[in-house]
């Protein structure tokens, strides 16, 4: 049985290079072999054990890769193809997916509905740090890869460009929007670049880090507010003459960018929050407005499925958005430990790197 | 100058009879004799201090009257005509309400946007329990009751049934949701009409004062969870056999109602929010499924217009929904201050009560 | 190999029973042995040649059945289960169900969209005038019956009352609408009981067979309009007092009807269409308002998939809607060709046909 | 009683330059002096007589100007500001308005909804082709120019910008769609606009004069398809590779365009129509799918009222779109006779005309 190399949960703050058997295809799976793979906060969270997965997994959901093999019931693809497959892998045939709702698919459970149960690549089945990997329900989630388009003009479309563009989408951003993005690492400048292609007006990115608050502004920010040099809530309320913004994307997980984004909305504004909690969360009564300010808040998993990672490639191929300067830092899949190391503690001013078996 | 019977908040804890000249009739404005008004639980937040307003502003937002007098730019409307307003009274020329945000109406102020800016009435103009009210924008507000229905009939329409109505809406309730509604105040009741209206197929209501359990089975609600026997979250997961509920509705205001309406949410579920919060709010990590649950909270203050008056007078005489149950008693303007005894100790099984001058 | 009955369309004006061998069941499928179907205005076109379909063809797509056997791959079910499938058995993972837009579902199509692709019971694949029926995409589709509802109770689900419900939906109507249905046939009936379970006030059908007059009227009709005593556009403006509706839905498919329904219109109303034409149809200048008028215009195809069968069960099984009035004749399938004669002209106040193996 | 120079319409044929008083100003009100207006090509059907107005009245819908005098009712402006007002005009108090619908607005009819009821300016009170013109309901309708924008910066915001965008918004553009524009004139580049600032990843125009196709790319037109060198339906077809636009967009007002805008849609999609029509329209069977495609036809009536102009300065001021191309010619008032020959007969590559008095 021939072997591959993948990188592995052992226990919290070891996530190393082993090997794996490279899997059997079942009738509706695809293996795909890995061309290019990066890591993503969550893994982070994964490797801190903030977020728990069964030991000896593979971890890893965003792969760009080559169609080795097609289940025998496959349609529709063939062998060799370059594609990517969403960070969510949606079946297609659960009551979430039948009301529209992929990213929380409970296929196999009762009811259909499973909370973050489209999430399965490095979560509740191996992923993508690895020379191959095994894409279930492959005919809802491959996505060929446009001509012309290279591995790392897509690869942030499998999760962090699909998470970003979704704060924007769940904003229900319109033309002339006023819009706020609390946090510029690589989700929160793709909820700017969201923002920016759905029409924003005028668009606030809050961050301190010199070379994200650069490429917030190549991403369509029309402000940098930087949190270190005052209270941004107060900075925001300035640049909007006291008016608040319609729509503030929350896009780092914390207390304080959870309030603040809510402090910033005009009345009967949205809050669309992208972070990853890792506590309970404090509304303030004041920014709730005792809760008759006609607000919205709402979350959001990334978006997957073939369609909707066809839909940004498209976008990709168009022009209108390039995500090239996300890729910052490039290692081999041998160098994996290596990369965690430089990602998980932000060195040396990274923001993705490009991991290729 | 002729004066009129009006209540008053003097300070906390004393909301008194006194008198008032009748106030003069500007271009927009319409003067109402009031024929019947109630007292709302939010003028009881009033009287405790919880909710500051003036000293000496004259307390109450549902009117149903006749027109006395129609100012001197006001058309369509004829003296002697019978006609409700809504407890919120936009001006209609905000930003807010050219934003269809009626609510937050901000005319006057800057950028056309102000917190619960349309709640006029009893709360930054004088309001209702009197023998006569001005209702402001007049022709954006004044609502003629069909003939045929009968004054108690049409008044929970001003707020209850609008607030309550809206508590569905909001939740974007679909054909065949399973939604739960926490308290069944006469709000929380006529969310549970609301939402059989909408095509809910299975609605939950909880509550524990006996009547209101009775009356909650008259608006619509399948189940009536007590929650003094049991945890109703537990309760609401036994019901739907551990799927969870579509959308719930919040009718209370507390941390508790609050939490437990977000924990029976299935993933991608809707938390509609009536709560007036007099603190801080929690949201627990897990009922919010580290923010990655695809869920919506969606907070509304009671729509106002005469057109949502109008809408909300139809239902009433297709008979559709019958809100008499909930006037449970009955006094005169001069008793007005035995009325707040008895609503704001909520005593002798007390829904609402009318009041005519 | 073992036979089974079938009625099959053999060429313009026949439909006539036959034998066919009982189909093998691949790995997603499920074989069902129908318990009840019926046959629909759709089966009739097909009768008349109207709408093409390959000789040879079982026909019909409303299937009531047991689970005879269970594809290799699907899970979930069990055999001998009593179930339900929709006449639209999405795929669910093609760029069409990706998207929401299921009865367009193009799997196995180069782009994922097909027009009206999701339908394949007798259209492209063998239908359920059967003995048993092969369910393709099994887990997408198939939706256990609840206890207690015998087969006609739900017999309405897999077509006439998902059609007629989502002419309710598409018109987007609101608590306090005003909506118009023209005709009465089953999908109309059950687009008025749609209208009354979405909180429409005043629900006006048009139609004049006595029969169907009375049964409108039981399914929440507040006007039943005689086009025949009258043009029914003047009538309905006569009772909506010369402000036209807020929705108007077409259920028969014919021009007259289709026009009817955009000029009783408000400026800003909605024409939700079920209609199946046969020709080219004709937008009038005035009742478009010279394409002024903000309407909107939106046909639906019969939603399907396990889901929205499980919640129109619900709606059963909470008896806000009773279709069993629609059931007025009883046959077994060795008499098809007699129900057909019977329900193709539409003899004996004939509604709908329950056909039993 | 002093006097001012306005262009009216005298019979089908003649637009003339003439002379009137300068009107009174109610309490409403809000005198404007005209700084810099334009003509529309719904002026010219007026000219031709295609779309009747009465005998003397002022023409022209496109007012940038300077507060004259404020009526005495009317705060929150200052003479002496610069303001736009929209095309359309709401009141605010309607019931159309109160319902979101502005554009249908029926102030002053029985129900509140009138067809178009919003367009008054040159339509049913006198126009901005004049030194003057009196806004009705200045508080729901003007709007302070931006300090640093020219008046021809501006110019399209009344109704050019805002009738193109909401080509865009009506046919819910999401991120990565790909759409079609049918027709470059003034109204159709800035639906292309539109469709790029909501995200669109393809956007395909369709025109023939070369002018206006080199200002489509400017506008944002991935690819311009010239209509008199094949068919435009097939040449889209061919462009997406035979999967159709999921939005198309008609800003021409013919059947030709009508119904290949119908014809290029995706099964699902949606025909966004913006065309001022002069006969009835007809539905091509095959391009409707009989009725069950799942099509969305909805057209508007340009936005107005102060808040949808304040946006569309904002995304001029933010310089997401640049709108001065379309401004080809300009003109005095006293030469406005000159200015509608020229217009009218599209001469000389003649898009849009800059009017100053």
């Excluded at 969360?281 to 808040?297: C, N, V, W």
Aim: charged letters at 25%.
């Amino acid at each position: 049985m021939p072997k591959m190399k993948v990188a592995i949960f052992v226990e919290p703050g070891r996530i190393v290079l082993d090997e794996k058997p490279i899997p059997d295809v079942g009738p509706l799976d695809a293996l795909l072999r890995i061309t290019t793979t990066t890591i993503c906060g969550t893994d982070v969270h994964i490797l801190k054990g903030e977020y728990p997965v069964a030991r000896g997994l593979t971890i890893g959901h965003e792969p760009v890769g080559v169609i080795e093999k097609l289940g025998s019931a496959v349609q529709g693809y063939r062998e060799g193809q370059r594609v990517i497959a969403g960070a969510i892998t949606p079946s297609g045939h659960s009551a979430a997916c039948l009301c529209g709702c992929h990213s929380q698919d409970g296929a196999g459970t009762k009811h259909g509905w499973k909370p973050l149960g489209g999430w399965r690549f490095g979560n509740t089945i191996d992923g993508c740090q690895a020379e191959y990997v095994l894409v279930p329900d492959a005919m809802a989630n491959l996505a060929p890869v446009p001509d012309g388009l290279t591995d790392e003009q897509v690869l942030m479309c499998p999760d962090i460009m699909s998470t970003g563009f979704s704060g924007a989408e769940s904003g229900r951003i319109r033309i002339g929007d006023t819009v706020a993005v609390f946090a510029q690492g690589p989700i929160g400048l793709c909820a700017t670049a969201g923002a920016r292609l759905m029409g924003a007006s005028t668009i606030i990115a809050v961050e301190s880090v010199p070379e994200r608050m650069e490429v917030a502004r190549r991403m369509g920010a029309d402000h940098v507010v930087d949190f270190t040099k005052g209270d941004p809530v107060e900075e925001i309320r300035r640049l909007t003459d006291g008016r608040g913004v319609d729509v503030s994307i929350e896009a780092l997980g914390r207390q304080e960018t959870f309030e603040a984004s809510l402090r910033v909305l005009r009345p009967g504004g949205t809050l669309s929050s992208l972070g990853v909690y890792s506590g309970d969360l404090r509304i303030p009564l004041d920014g709730f407005m005792a809760g008759l300010g006609d607000h919205t808040i709402r979350t959001t998993l990334c978006p997957g499925g073939k369609e909707r990672m066809r839909r940004l490639m498209e976008v990709v191929a168009s022009g209108r958005v390039d995500t090239r300067p996300l890729v910052t830092h490039r290692f081999k899949l041998d160098q994996i430990e290596e990369a965690y190391d430089l990602f998980a503690h932000q060195r040396d001013g990274v923001l993705k790197v490009a991991i290729t078996p």
